[in-house]
């Protein structure tokens, strides 16, 4: 049964999308990247919001591209400067994305990552990216949240680890889902230093083009689906597009420090090799 | 400042995946020209649930079709026999789903409710169309339940939902010249205190959609309501719309009494009036 509790809410929200004067336009809703010279190489941070007005309590960050005939699969750095943009280090790092279309193609965006954290007021944030591919561009979205009437409500981390990261090919750790609709071996991402609050999933392929099928992505420890955990669901296309259904809101979790987790997948037909990074918040 | 406490997580997850990627969700079709359909069951609950998020898809409306849809979550506690509203007047119309050519469209309408539901109970679907053709939707529903600290989570027991007029419409907002703000349109006025807010939009009656891209801002009093984000509404000549909205739940603070409000802003010449409905848990 829910207890009788007093209503939460939060009191204050930004994003880099209406902040603006006018609706971004579709093509390019959020702050595009600069482009990469070269693949695997950092891009030069771009900043997303200046010096925010207020501490922040919860970070939504949305991620779209063009699909193409090249390699899209990248990681991407969320930064921050506690001084206002001018040294930034990294809040969160390598975060995986793949073929995530523009919000154009009829679905809105729809690869999104929820971190309940706490970033300070003042802050700026930014970001910068790797690709496989030095063609690459990238736009990210990012919505902040703050100022919880009832903080005790809320519960949030001040920093975020990753997990399976592959700097040097941009991608994550390998997984490669069953066939037509059997789920595939548990896989390891990676084993954690912190005791976690919270976790984000971030998914990317493997090259320069995709199968037209979908998938279901689980996380788990020790071969069994973390409870409280939801399912994900990609569907790829041939024009070298994916399309996801991610949780709507933050994976809250209580994991301790020094757990390996998991993902398997399924497919409906014939799988390709995903990969995964994943981000724990403490 | 973010209180240092311990973590937060909800022990149960469910949904209606289904058993294969290819086939996730559950369809159902929508009554025509206004009328309800018949309610179709999606999931029995096998644990008390906290948090409800629902994505509702289907395929596009042929163009010289006006493709209006609401749909109501339906619940019945004693197994899926006798269903009433959980949920009502979810707007729907005009979105894609499935994988359509060459580019994998999944759900393009999502809502998340802190919601209390009994385990045992079964939830169920039912839509009404505006179209004289009854066109096949799908539904996934989402739930979380039992979180561990039950005080770290406000959830409510009912919705209210506001700004339905007839048939398969919602509250039609004025759409203002290209480039600046339309009037404020109320919604309707709240009959409890809400605790969590969620919106729904469509196309009104259009049935030959321009391309653009609008903003819909929500309010009381003329005046933006604090902490809560707009939304972001794409529509294309494919005659689908879809949405950016901050699915994540939108705690908030309303009384009862207070009239809420939304206004549209959009970039294009391109005149697309939307429909609007505001849902509160209560």
Known sequence: MALVLPTFRFARFVDNVTTVAAVAQVNDTGTQSNSASNPHVDTTPVTLLSALAF??????????????????????????????????????????????????????????????????????????????????????????????????????????????????????????????????????????????GALALGINGTDASTLNTQYFFQIGAGDVQLPGTPQYMVAAATASLMQYITPAVPVWCDEPSGTTFQVRGMCAGTAEIFNFTLHGVY | MGLIRQPFRFRHYSSNFGAGPASYGTAFTAGTSGALGTAVSVMTLTHDVHLLTVHIGATVAPSGVVGTMLADILVDPAGGTNWSSLISYLAAGNCASLATGTVPVLYTAAWAFPLFIRSGSALGVRGRGGHSVGRGQRVLLQAWGEPSRPDAWWCGQRVETLGYTSGANGTSVTVGSENTLGAWVNIGTTTAAWGAMASSVQPTTDSSLATGEQRIDFGIGSTLLSGHPPLLVFTSSSEDASRMASVCPMFCAVPAGATLQARQFRTDASDVPIDVLLHGVI
């Open chain 1, 55 to 196: 501490d922040v309590h919860l970070l939504e960050v949305a991620f779209h591209q063009e699909g193409g005939t090249v390699d899209c699969n990248g990681l991407v750095d969320i930064l921050v400067d506690p001084a206002g943009g001018t040294s930034w280090s990294e809040l969160i790092s390598d975060i995986a994305l793949s073929y995530h279309p523009y919000a154009t193609t009829s679905s809105g965006l729809t690869y999104w990552l929820r971190f309940p954290l706490f970033i300070r007021a003042g802050t700026s944030l930014g970001f910068r990216h790797r690709a496989a591919d030095s063609l690459l561009t990238i736009y990210v979205v990012a919505r902040c949240h703050g100022e919880p009437s009832r903080p005790e409500l809320w519960w949030c981390g001040q920093k975020i680890e990753t997990l399976g990261a592959n700097p040097s090919t941009s991608k994550g750790t390998n997984v490669t889902p069953g066939n037509s609709n059997a789920w595939g071996s548990w896989t390891n991402i990676g084993a954690s230093t912190r005791r976690y």
